[in-house]
């Protein structure tokens, strides 16, 4: 059964029924929506209508005294293969990769080819020097490090006592 035929079903206008839905019947609707959702807000349109898409990689983000450090899991990826970008947004990562490999099969060469591609956004803090941010790849992880700013001249901290 389809999510138009379970919604049709449990408006009670349309089933046929006058009694309220099934609570198992309304959970599983719940479910089905919240799966779709899931989906179709995790995934860009255009690669997602062209079915290539790769999911986004896990990304950790930790903040030390001295500048924010972002981690992505991009493994069989090399630099060449990604794109960073900071926008107003954040810090915008993007892999793409194509491969080609010829196989013999029987008296013919055949080639088999692959192309992955995913995209990923992740939103950064003020108080950041973006344009002294470090990028490296490293055993199929990228390691981007962003120093914060020093503090503002003539500003300072004013502790709170207790």
Do not use: C
Not at 21 to 41: C, G, K, N, Q, S
Not at 109 to 129: I, M
Request: no cysteine.
């Amino acid at each position: 059964m389809g999510i138009i035929d379970k919604v049709t079903s449990l408006l009670p206008w349309r089933g046929g029924r006058q009694e309220p839905p099934h609570r198992a019947a309304a959970l599983a609707l719940r479910d089905d929506l919240d799966r779709w959702f899931e989906r179709v807000m995790g995934e860009p349109w255009s690669a997602a209508a062209l079915g290539a898409l790769r999911h986004a990689p896990p990304v950790d983000v930790r903040e030390t005294d001295d500048e924010l450090i972002v981690t992505a899991e991009v493994p069989g990826l090399d630099r060449d293969d990604l794109k960073l970008t900071i926008t107003p947004e954040g810090l915008t990562i993007r892999g793409e990769k194509r491969e080609e490999r010829e196989d013999q099969r029987k008296d013919a060469f055949v080639t088999q080819s692959r192309y992955e591609r995913f995209f990923r956004s992740v939103p950064l803090p003020p108080g950041l020097d973006v344009d002294r941010a470090e990028a490296r790849v490293k055993n199929g992880v990228l390691t981007v490090r962003f120093p914060k700013v020093a503090g503002r001249p003539g500003t300072r901290r004013i502790p709170i006592e207790t």
